[in-house]
């Protein structure tokens, strides 16, 4: 079966920080892997898409870069943090088809 | 772009109450996911649905895809149902698929 691990769980960073949060899948080849942000409340934004290995799409102008080095890898990066990248950052694949998101467990990120 | 609204945001039941969310969504949407926010954050699939009716035990959800709205059936409610409810729905990117969520509703079930 397939399987989804992101990490860390959870983060404390001081401003002007490097990031780097990275997500993995299992049992599957070729995924679709995504990068949701999870502000204070509740909506999620979409950040980054990947459809393969190197190709990788922003939605969003920001502070964050992603990376995808490897066919189940994707990573979220930062080479300096802003107050305003703390949230919840969760990490997703689907597959080719009709098939639905699975997400990660998420990292929480505090910069201070 | 793609528009989806919940209702109600926020819902507060007694243990063992029925209740029933909605999603409004609109047109360009060519299928549905409902999600549970658990407390730790972690976003759990209850279904993936773009037209019809599927259960799982004491859930249930239906989209009427040409109304544009799915529901969301909670029966028997328990405390570990609380949580924030989200509705999403898909898109076409590329040659990927975005989702895009609901702003939720947060259910909060009393023992």
């Known amino acids: 079966s397939q399987t989804i691990h992101q990490w860390p769980a959870t983060l404390v960073q001081p401003v002007g920080s490097p990031l780097s949060l990275e997500c993995t899948v299992e049992?599957?080849?070729?995924?679709?892997l995504y990068w949701y942000r999870q502000a204070a409340g509740r909506g999620l934004q979409l950040l980054f898409y990947?459809?393969?290995?190197?190709?990788i799409s922003s939605e969003v102008p920001q502070n964050l870069s992603a990376s995808r080095p490897q066919d189940r890898q994707f990573i979220l990066s930062s080479k300096k943090l802003l107050l305003s990248d703390s949230g919840f950052y969760l990490c997703?694949?689907?597959?080719?088809?009709?098939?639905?998101?699975?997400f990660g467990s998420g990292t929480r990120l505090t910069v201070v | 772009g793609i528009q989806v609204e919940q209702s109600p945001p926020d819902l507060i039941l007694q243990e063992g109450a029925n209740s029933t969310l909605r999603c409004n969504f609109s047109?360009?949407?060519?299928?549905l996911q409902w999600f549970h926010q658990n407390p730790w954050g972690q976003l759990i699939n209850l279904f993936y649905?773009?037209?019809g009716t599927k259960q799982n035990g004491r859930l249930s959800a239906t989209t009427v895809a040409t109304e544009r709205y799915s529901l969301l059936y909670i029966s028997s409610s328990q405390t570990t149902d609380s949580g924030v409810y989200f509705c999403?729905?898909?898109?076409?990117?590329?040659?990927?698929?975005?989702?895009?969520f609901g702003s939720g509703t947060q259910l909060t079930v009393l023992p």
């Open positions: 047109d360009s949407v060519n299928n």
């Open positions: 999403a729905a898909f898109s076409t990117l590329g040659s990927a698929r975005q989702l895009t």
């Open positions: 997703a694949w689907t597959g080719w088809g009709d098939y639905g998101y699975t």
């Open positions: 049992g599957t080849s070729n995924p679709n």
């Open positions: 649905i773009p037209s």
């Open positions: 990947s459809v393969g290995i190197g190709q």
